[in-house]
C-alpha cells in the first residue's frame, strides 16, 4: 500500500504537518524530530484508522488530517465526541463516540458470561487462560464471531468505507518489550508472559500449522500412491535422469538450508543418494527411476508448503545473528526460540554431539535471560519478518529502544532489508540520528513543518 501525502491540522491544538511520502524514494521512510512533535501519534492515527480503531482515533488529538492515495483521498474531521469521514465522490460517515461506549458494554458482557477464560490483559491484547495463547482483539472478534449478534458484534460500517480501509497496516509499538500480566481474581494464579516468549509460542504454531498441512498432504500421496505408481508403469513413461538428480538437489538443499533441527520433520533422503544411482547401476533402471521420481515429487508438494515459512526462519536468524557477537538464536520445532552460546570452548567433539542430539536441543540457556536490547532486537525483527504481509504497509515507533550505537548504525539496513524482501513499505519515527546514519534523503524532519 502506497500512501502519496498526510497532511494533518491542529495535532496538540499547535501543529499542522504536510508529509509528502512521495518525495521519499526509498521503501522505507524516517521521521524525527525532539520530543512532543507528534512523531508517535502520528503512526498511532494511521493504524488506529486502517484499523478501524475509530474509539481510539477519536480520543486523539486533532482538527482534522487528509490522506492521499494514487485515486482518491479520504478526509477524517473531529468535532467534540463526532468523528467525520469524508471519501469518494461526496460519501460521508459519522459516528458518535457515545456509539462505542455502548457497544463496549455489550461486548464486555458477552465476553464475561460466554468465554470467560478470555482475559484482557492489556489494550489490545487478550490471553486464552486454558493454554496461555495471546491474541488480538481483531483475532478475538473473529474467532467467536458465533457468540455476537450481528448489531453487538459490529458497529454498522458504510461498505465503500471498508473497502477503502482494506488495506494492510501493522504497527510496532514502542512498548514491545512490556510483559504480560495476568491475575485471576477467582484464585491466586499470577502469572507473567514476556512479550519474547509470546514470539517464541507463536513461531512455534507457525511451525505447527505448517507440519499439519504437510502430515494431511501427505497421507493423501500415500493414500494414492501406488495408483499413480502403477499408471506410470503402464503407461511405460520415459524418465530423465537429469531432472530426478535436479529434484534430489533442491531437496537436499531446502534440508540443509532450513530444516535444521528438523523444523519440518525428517525429509528421509541420504545426501549421498546421487552416488548411490550411480555406484549401484539404477540410472538405467527405468522402473526404479519412475518410482523415484514419483517419491520426490511428493516431497517436494510438501516442501513447498512451508517454503515461505522457511524462507522467513532463515531471515529472521541470518538478521538477527548479524548482530549478536557471543550468542547464536535458532528455532526448535518443540521449543521455539533457543540461544546457543558462541564459545571458543567449544570443540568439535562438542559440536558433534550437539547435533546428534539436535532433536532435544534446548539451547544453553533460556531465552529470557537476554538483555533488554537483545529482546528488542529479536521482538522487533521477528514483528517484520513473521506478522507482515505482501504490500503491508508497516509503522515502527522508536526502533533504536535499547540497542547500542553499533546497533543502531546497522539497523536501519536490515530494517530495509526486510522491507524488500518482504514486499512491505514502512515508516518509522526515531530520535536516533545514529540509526538515520546519514541517510536524509528518506527523512522527514518534523520540526521543520510546524506551520
Same mark, same amino acid.
Given at each position: 500500500?502506497?500512501?502519496?501525502?498526510?497532511?494533518?491540522?491542529?495535532?496538540?491544538?499547535?501543529?499542522?504537518?504536510?508529509?509528502?511520502?512521495?518525495?521519499?524514494?526509498?521503501?522505507?521512510?524516517?521521521?524525527?524530530?525532539?520530543?512532543?512533535?507528534?512523531?508517535?501519534?502520528?503512526?498511532?492515527?494511521?493504524?488506529?484508522?486502517?484499523?478501524?480503531?475509530?474509539?481510539?482515533?477519536?480520543?486523539?488529538?486533532?482538527?482534522?488530517?487528509?490522506?492521499?492515495?494514487?485515486?482518491?483521498?479520504?478526509?477524517?474531521?473531529?468535532?467534540?465526541?463526532?468523528?467525520?469521514?469524508?471519501?469518494?465522490?461526496?460519501?460521508?460517515?459519522?459516528?458518535?463516540?457515545?456509539?462505542? +461506549? /455502548?457497544?463496549?458494554?455489550?461486548? =464486555?458482557y458477552i465476553l #464475561? %458470561? *460466554?468465554?470467560?477464560?478470555?482475559?484482557?490483559?492489556?489494550? !489490545?491484547?487478550?490471553?486464552?487462560?486454558?493454554?496461555?495463547?495471546?491474541?488480538?482483539?481483531?483475532?478475538?472478534?473473529?474467532?467467536?464471531?458465533?457468540?455476537?449478534?450481528?448489531?453487538?458484534?459490529?458497529?454498522?460500517?458504510?461498505?465503500?468505507?471498508?473497502?477503502?480501509?482494506?488495506?494492510?497496516?501493522?504497527?510496532?509499538?514502542?512498548?514491545?518489550?512490556?510483559?504480560?500480566?495476568?491475575?485471576?481474581?477467582?484464585?491466586?494464579?499470577?502469572?507473567e508472559f514476556s512479550?519474547?516468549?509470546?514470539?517464541?509460542?507463536?513461531?512455534?504454531?507457525?511451525?505447527?500449522?505448517?507440519?499439519?498441512?504437510?502430515?494431511?498432504?501427505?497421507?493423501?500421496?500415500?493414500?494414492?500412491?501406488?495408483?499413480?505408481?502403477?499408471?506410470?508403469?503402464?503407461?511405460?513413461?520415459?524418465?530423465?535422469?537429469?531432472?530426478?538428480?535436479?529434484?534430489? +538437489? /533442491?531437496?537436499?538443499?531446502?534440508? =540443509?538450508?532450513?530444516? #535444521? %533441527? *528438523?523444523?519440518?520433520?525428517?525429509?528421509?533422503?541420504?545426501? !549421498?543418494?546421487?552416488?548411490?544411482?550411480?555406484?549401484?547401476?539404477?540410472?538405467?533402471?527405468?522402473?526404479?527411476?519412475?518410482?523415484?521420481?514419483?517419491?520426490?515429487?511428493?516431497?517436494?508438494?510438501?516442501?513447498?508448503?512451508?517454503?515461505?515459512?522457511?524462507?522467513?526462519?532463515?531471515?529472521?536468524?541470518?538478521?538477527?545473528?548479524?548482530?549478536?557477537?557471543?550468542?547464536?538464536?535458532?528455532?526448535?520445532?518443540?521449543?521455539?526460540?533457543?540461544v546457543e552460546k558462541?564459545?571458543?570452548?567449544?570443540?568439535?567433539?562438542?559440536?558433534?554431539?550437539?547435533?546428534?542430539?539436535?532433536?532435544?536441543?534446548?539451547?544453553?540457556?533460556?531465552?529470557?535471560?537476554?538483555?533488554?536490547?537483545?529482546?528488542?532486537?529479536?521482538?522487533?525483527?521477528?514483528?517484520?519478518?513473521?506478522?507482515?504481509?505482501?504490500?503491508?504497509?508497516?509503522?515502527?515507533? /522508536?526502533?533504536?529502544?535499547?540497542?547500542?550505537?553499533?546497533?543502531?548504525?546497522?539497523?536501519?539496513?536490515?530494517?530495509?532489508?526486510?522491507?524488500?524482501?518482504?514486499?512491505?513499505?514502512?515508516?518509522?519515527?526515531?530520535?536516533?540520528?545514529?540509526?538515520?546514519?546519514?541517510?536524509?534523503?528518506?527523512?522527514?524532519?518534523?520540526?521543520?513543518?510546524?506551520?
Amino acid at each position: 500500500m502506497k500512501i502519496k501525502k498526510l497532511f494533518i491540522s491542529g495535532m496538540f491544538g499547535d501543529f499542522t504537518y504536510d508529509l509528502n511520502f512521495e518525495s521519499v524514494l526509498n521503501n522505507v521512510i524516517i521521521l524525527t524530530a525532539p520530543n512532543g512533535y507528534g512523531k508517535s501519534t502520528i503512526l498511532k492515527i494511521i493504524d488506529q484508522f486502517f484499523n478501524i480503531k475509530f474509539d481510539e482515533l477519536i480520543d486523539e488529538s486533532f482538527n482534522f488530517f487528509e490522506i492521499y492515495f494514487d485515486d482518491q483521498k479520504v478526509r477524517v474531521e473531529k468535532n467534540d465526541e463526532i468523528l467525520r469521514i469524508s471519501y469518494g465522490e461526496d460519501y460521508h460517515y459519522t459516528i458518535r463516540k457515545s456509539v462505542f +461506549i /455502548e457497544h463496549n458494554k455489550k461486548f =464486555k458482557y458477552i465476553l #464475561k %458470561n *460466554e468465554v470467560p477464560y478470555m482475559k484482557k490483559v492489556r489494550h !489490545n491484547c487478550w490471553i486464552d487462560t486454558r493454554d496461555n495463547e495471546i491474541i488480538d482483539t481483531k483475532e478475538l472478534l473473529d474467532r467467536y464471531s458465533f457468540l455476537f449478534p450481528d448489531e453487538n458484534l459490529n458497529i454498522e460500517y458504510d461498505k465503500k468505507l471498508i473497502e477503502l480501509l482494506d488495506k494492510d497496516v501493522f504497527f510496532v509499538e514502542a512498548d514491545r518489550l512490556n510483559n504480560i500480566n495476568y491475575n485471576d481474581n477467582n484464585s491466586d494464579h499470577n502469572e507473567e508472559f514476556s512479550a519474547i516468549n509470546t514470539l517464541s509460542e507463536s513461531i512455534k504454531r507457525l511451525i505447527s500449522d505448517a507440519k499439519e498441512k504437510q502430515y494431511a498432504i501427505a497421507m493423501d500421496q500415500s493414500t494414492n500412491f501406488p495408483e499413480r505408481v502403477m499408471y506410470l508403469l503402464s503407461e511405460d513413461t520415459n524418465i530423465d535422469i537429469r531432472k530426478v538428480v535436479d529434484k534430489i +538437489i /533442491e531437496i537436499s538443499t531446502f534440508d =540443509k538450508n532450513f530444516n #535444521k %533441527n *528438523e523444523i519440518f520433520g525428517n525429509l528421509s533422503l541420504n545426501p !549421498n543418494i546421487i552416488g548411490k544411482l550411480k555406484n549401484e547401476q539404477l540410472y538405467d533402471n527405468k522402473s526404479f527411476l519412475m518410482v523415484l521420481s514419483s517419491y520426490l515429487d511428493d516431497v517436494i508438494q510438501r516442501i513447498n508448503i512451508c517454503s515461505d515459512l522457511a524462507e522467513r526462519i532463515s531471515l529472521f536468524k541470518k538478521s538477527v545473528n548479524s548482530l549478536l557477537q557471543f550468542k547464536t538464536i535458532n528455532i526448535h520445532p518443540t521449543f521455539g526460540l533457543i540461544v546457543e552460546k558462541n564459545s571458543k570452548e567449544k570443540n568439535s567433539k562438542e559440536k558433534l554431539n550437539k547435533e546428534k542430539i539436535n532433536k532435544f536441543n534446548k539451547g544453553d540457556f533460556s531465552i529470557n535471560l537476554l538483555s533488554s536490547g537483545e529482546k528488542h532486537l529479536i521482538i522487533l525483527l521477528g514483528n517484520l519478518i513473521f506478522n507482515t504481509k505482501f504490500g503491508s504497509f508497516v509503522l515502527i515507533d /522508536e526502533p533504536e529502544i535499547s540497542l547500542h550505537a553499533a546497533w543502531q548504525k546497522k539497523l536501519l539496513g536490515l530494517i530495509e532489508e526486510i522491507s524488500r524482501i518482504n514486499s512491505f513499505n514502512t515508516l518509522i519515527a526515531t530520535h536516533s540520528f545514529t540509526l538515520i546514519d546519514g541517510n536524509w534523503d528518506s527523512t522527514i524532519e518534523l520540526a521543520g513543518l510546524v506551520k
